[in-house]
């Protein structure tokens, strides 16, 4: 056995961060397989064989960054430490000392992505749903681990290597790992894989080629799959032939190669001299460093503690920018933003190309470096933190008289940093716009990225100096810290903490339109923040004082005249909050079924006429619909009872059944109308309503019923009464139902089947109302447009049509002409003469 691999093994077992580096990996895996839905195929399950070699095959890129960070912890360690000119001096050979070395790295490399796959094991399997498949077959796993995740383990730690041992420059590993990333995705862009479903569909021959030239195997993989049929996708191994088999033997002969490069290239005698010189030339500048001193006085007052902030701050920042991490980081996120936004511009072949906007640019930095930006701060904080203590200056630094200013310090240059990685991302946008010929620049949208991104990682930056001043050990603190990432911030924040308000760390989910901007999800998500800040200054000034017991009438009066201004603005920020159970939507649900599915099979009434009034107000985020449906017992049967539907959104202000003989008013969501004389055949009756509806940002907003500032457009008729049965109430997940003693959910209308029917048309009769400066416009042909008071009137009337209308309403430019005899009306942002 190698000495030097028990010597590193040994070392490494021993590490508190080791412990934290597995469980974090292992709760990254189970979030992975639990959360993730990746569309491979119509009928395809998540856990069958095809998916989870996709899946394993892509977490394996996480091997990149393991490989990088690991190498730059142990395949420099000797150097760093100074140790090599101590271990050189034992009699041991070249071959001797870099097997040692290599199989120690490898093996830290790959067992990290084991536990990884083992966590993803775990969390896809307790996860129930008609997309996964109800029984556990560990193959399935196994297989792609090793031809995929232990092949490019050994690809990416031989490389990693090569360049470790030929070059000594941490720079360089980086960038050489961030290299293949790049390789492969441009390969992927060519191999017509699920992950770059967007992409233009590619030629037998370019696919042939991403299959050989992918050096992480997933293109082979899909290659010699793609003539798959859905149950063999479900229940077969790709084999470990064809394209799969050779585009392997290939990076494994690559990996051989660069291990045999790694040994005539590496030499001791290189890094004794290397290191030698550099100790005289840092001796040889001590020499100039003696000067004349002279005594100051000493000034302890505010201006002085904020100097000594800027001062802490400053020796931070230098730190920062001089590393090589921050150049490396800076280039991971640049490029994997820059592969949204282009993804984003082009869409594909589905949808097709937007503009390059500078809110399609900042929503997208919105979208994808919130949680990237978590993850970094939550090691750059740990990092400068724990600086002092490492390097044995803490006991000095802890002697000084503004000691305690080094956590304002911290946050202000972890702040700055935000700032840094923001405005990159700002720049990189600029440049796609310039790019792509969008020269129209919205800074409303790009500050949006400040307050949607940039000041909650500043908040959870100062929540993270609070974790590891208040623990003791520096590996506890960042495990503790990533944990924190987890389970405040992102999907699983959601679940954990169910009330909105708490989370004060996480991201926007709204748009960005030309028409509204953020809307008021801006005064919103600024009134959660306040909240937060509130919060955090409060922890920060009441922490040390209870820590030192040297309360200060002054600090605790601000304290909590912070966390008091926070809790007012996050009581503004709940107003009209309406809390989601979805425990309690699936009994519901279950209640209607049960209840009502009877009336899938009894005759119910149909809609035959609609006259409606739609009273807009845009600048309250609110409508109100007054309706009359006309309907009629078609069929030859009595009607003795009839279901009305209403939606539940939508509040019930009155509404009434009314027949001949009698009315019937209702106020619950689902009512069931007993009538005293059966509706014969051919009969009509009617159903008046008023209805009303109002949202508020902290309840988001639905795409099809967003009444907003500017840019209203409502597909109106899914909001209006429905009558009978409504299938579409019914759970879903077989596994649910079977719980439930549903028996089987009604069939789905086939793709041949016709889309509509005679019954299903109406004729309507639409007036809609907005603010004066707005232009309502909706379904069907204007007959009639007027001005009331500080309201603008449209009246649209058309028949024959089915029950779906829309309506819109938005401060238009307009344009219009007549072509023989038609009148045709062009309505447009005034933003789009300037693109």
Known sequence: ????????????????????????LVMLGVFCGNQFNLSVGEGIYLNSPYTIGFMIGMLSLSILFLAIIYANQQLFKDWDSKFDSILFSFPFSKWTYLTGKFISYFLQTFLSFVLLISGFIIGQNIRTGTEIQPYFNL???????????????????????????STKRKLLVVVGGLLLYV???????????????????????????????????????????????????????????????INRSIFIILSILFLVLSY??????????????????SFASLKTIISDYHITQSDFGSITSFKSVLSFAK????????????????????????????????????????????????????????FIGLLIMTYFINDLYWRSQSSGFYMIEKSTYFSSNKLGGHF????????????IH??????????????????????????????????????????????????????????????????????????????????????YSDFNGYGIYENSFAGRLLFGAGLIIFLWIILPLIKTKKWTIKKTIFAFIMLVTGMISGSL??????????????????????????????????????????????????????????????????????????????????????TSFESKKMSAEVTEIHLKRSLQPNETATLNFRLSYQWVAVNGHESFNAIIENGSFMRISRYYPSIGYQKSYEIEDEKRRKDFKLGKASKLKRLEAQEVFKKDFINLNMTVSTEKDQTAIGTGDLIKQWTNGNRNYFQYKVNSIPFRFAVSSASYMHKGTNYKGIAINLYYHQNILKT
């Open 139 to 165: 193959w399935y796993y196994i297989y792609p681990l090793f031809i995929l995740g232990f092949i490019n383990c050994f690809l990416v730690c031989s490389l990693l290597f090569l360049i470790s041992f």
């Open 426 to 511: 700002i720049i990189e946008g600029l440049i796609f716009q310039l790019g792509y010929r969008y020269f129209h620049i919205d800074w409303s949208a790009y500050l949006g990225t400040i307050l949607f991104n940039t000041l909650p990682l500043i908040l959870f930056s100062g929540f993270l100096l609070l974790i590891n001043d208040s623990i003791k050990n520096r590996f506890v603190a960042l495990g503790i810290s990533v944990l924190a990432v987890f389970l405040l911030t992102g999907p699983i924040s959601k679940k954990v903490i169910t009330y909105p308000l708490l989370r004060i760390f996480s991201d926007f989910k709204g748009v």
């Open 315 to 370: 020796i931070d920042l230098i730190y920062l920018f001089k590393s090589i991490t921050i150049i490396a980081i800076s280039i991971l996120l640049l490029f994997a933003v820059g592969m949204e936004m282009y993804a984003e511009i082009e869409k594909g072949i589905r949808l097709p190309q937007k503009y390059a906007s500078s809110g399609l640019m900042a929503t997208t930095i919105s979208e994808n470096f919130h």
């Open 1 to 24: 056995m190698n000495p030097l691999f028990l010597f590193e093994a040994k070392r490494s077992s021993k590490h508190w961060l080791s412990y934290l580096v597995a469980i974090t």
């Open 183 to 245: 390789l492969y995705m441009v390969v992927l862009l060519f191999s017509n894989s699920p992950f770059m479903a967007g992409s233009l569909p590619q030629s037998e021959k370019a696919q042939q080629l991403s299959a050989l030239l992918d050096p992480f195997g997933i293109s082979s993989y899909f290659f010699d799959a793609k003539e798959y049929t859905i149950h063999q996708k479900n229940k077969l191994v790709v084999p470990f032939s064809g394209y799969l088999l």
């Open 412 to 423: 202000l240059s972890a702040s700055i940093l935000i700032f840094f990685f923001t405005g």
């Open 264 to 281: 005539r290239f590496f030499s001791f005698r290189g890094l004794s001299n290397k290191k030698s010189k550099k100790k005289n030339e």
């Open 573 to 658: 920020f709940m107003r009209g909050f309406i809390p989601h159970d979805d425990e309690e939507t699936i009994i519901k649900a279950v209640h209607y079924e049960k209840k009502f599915r009877v009336y899938e099979n009894l005759p119910q009434p149909t809609i035959t006429d609609v006259v409606t009034e739609i009273m807009l107000h845009p600048s309250e985020n609110s409508y109100i619909i007054e309706g009359k449906y006309t309907l009629i017992n078609d069929t030859d049967k009595m009607m003795e009872k009839v279901l009305i539907n209403f939606n539940p959104n939508l509040k019930i202000q009155s509404a009434v059944f009314a």
